[in-house]
């Protein structure tokens, strides 16, 4: 029987702004998957003037850098044994062409900042959400099993029924629809993997990659040890589990059981795909860097930390994609496909405009002559 005092306990509470709006979105919408798309629209929206200023300002570094280059080198080459002196001289070089190192980079770090203040949000709703269905899930055995003794004359098949229908009446809207679903996914607040589709107590209260790290809402009470907390999981959403989750004799043949897979892999392939895509057509941009000279007057290789902080968003955009919610996942791709889009866009636009400008430097000395 569940403790009395856990079905006494205040309903949980979400304080993250950004939660909030999610939530405030997700009531209206219905769909929490589809709540997250239209999150991210309007949020990319919001940012692109930040993205636009970035793009313009690498863009004109770029084309800076293509005229400095041969200078660039002749300076390392003539102060190679004077470091301090090279220095002050590349920023004069700079301040002459208008190539500002701040300016490409500050936008990247705003949206940088953003990423993870909208993660902090995802995590903060999905946590939340979670803790409501708990909730939610105490206050029906509360009603229908406590107070109407079903818990002392019933069987635990009735109880087990009750249980998951409330489960499955939670899982959908006011119009019948299915909220934590969305298109091959069946709970968007799990990861878009083997993952299952309920939490068990491990998941729902533990924390760091793939955790939710959710506490059980006894605000004023205490539920005693870690068992009697597990107990009164158990007794809420196990049935959930018992229908939903993975089965098999074995932990490898549970894992094998792919028809009860929260997701297939596909979101998280989907957004390291599109990151390496951006990734590339972001390296595709950038000019030829002039050869970095050393005090010794020998070249120094600084490709290997260019390539490392380049490769650095793939990486950790897949790390997120495999261990976090799939409803995260979703904005990673939604913002991830837009991302590149408007790359391919801006980028077949500048390439004609860089086209027309080298043409109108090309012919400079012959009008010049004449």
């Known amino acids: 029987m569940v403790t009395l005092n856990f079905l006494m306990a205040e309903a949980p509470q979400l304080s993250n702004w950004i939660g909030k709006i999610l939530y405030a979105l997700y009531q209206a919408v219905g769909s929490f998957g589809w709540t997250v798309v ?18 313009v300002a690498t863009r004109r570094n770029n084309r800076a850098m293509k005229v400095m280059k041969p200078e660039l080198e002749r300076l390392q080459q003539a102060y190679a044994q004077d470091q301090q002196l090279l220095q002050k001289k590349t920023m004069a070089l700079y301040k002459q062409h208008g190539y500002s190192m701040v300016g490409a980079c500050l936008p990247s770090l705003i949206t940088l900042v953003i990423f993870f203040i909208v993660f902090s949000g995802f995590n903060a709703c ?13 206050q029906t055995y509360k009603a229908q099993v406590v107070e109407t003794g079903l818990a002392e004359n019933g069987t635990s098949e009735e109880i087990d029924a009750i ?19 969305w298109l091959w996914i069946d709970n968007v607040f799990m990861a878009d993997t083997w993952a299952d589709r309920v939490p068990d107590i491990a998941t729902y209260t533990g924390t760091g990659l ?14 005693g040890s870690a068992s009697d907390r597990e107990g009164v999981y158990d007794a809420l959403m196990g049935p959930a ?17 792919v028809k009860h897979w929260n997701g297939y892999l596909i979101l998280p392939i989907l957004s390291l795909a599109l990151s390496v895509i951006s990734t590339l057509l972001m390296k595709g941009n950038q000019p030829e860097q002039p050869t970095q000279v050393g005090a010794d007057g020998k070249p120094v290789n600084t490709g290997n930390t260019m390539k490392i902080m380049m490769w650095m968003m793939p990486l950790m955009i897949g790390v997120f994609s495999l261990f976090y919610s799939a409803a995260f996942c979703i904005y990673m791709f939604t913002n991830s496909l837009t991302t590149v889009l408007i790359n391919l866009i801006f980028n077949l636009i500048t390439k004609r405009k860089d086209a027309q400008e080298d043409e109108k430097l090309k012919a400079a000395p012959f009008r010049r002559g004449n």
């Open 38 to 55: 239209i999150f991210t629209l309007c949020l990319k929206v919001i940012v692109s003037p930040f993205d636009i200023w970035q793009k």
């Open 126 to 138: 999905v946590k939340y959400e979670n803790q409501v269905i708990v909730y939610e899930l105490a």
């Open 163 to 181: 249980m998951l229908d409330a489960y499955n009446e939670l899982s959908k809207d006011s119009k019948g629809r299915e909220k934590w679903k």
């Open 210 to 223: 793939g955790k939710l790290n959710s506490t059980i809402p006894d605000t004023n009470f205490n539920l």
């Open 241 to 257: 589990m018992d229908a939903y989750n993975k089965k098999g004799a074995s932990k490898w043949k549970r894992f094998w059981d």
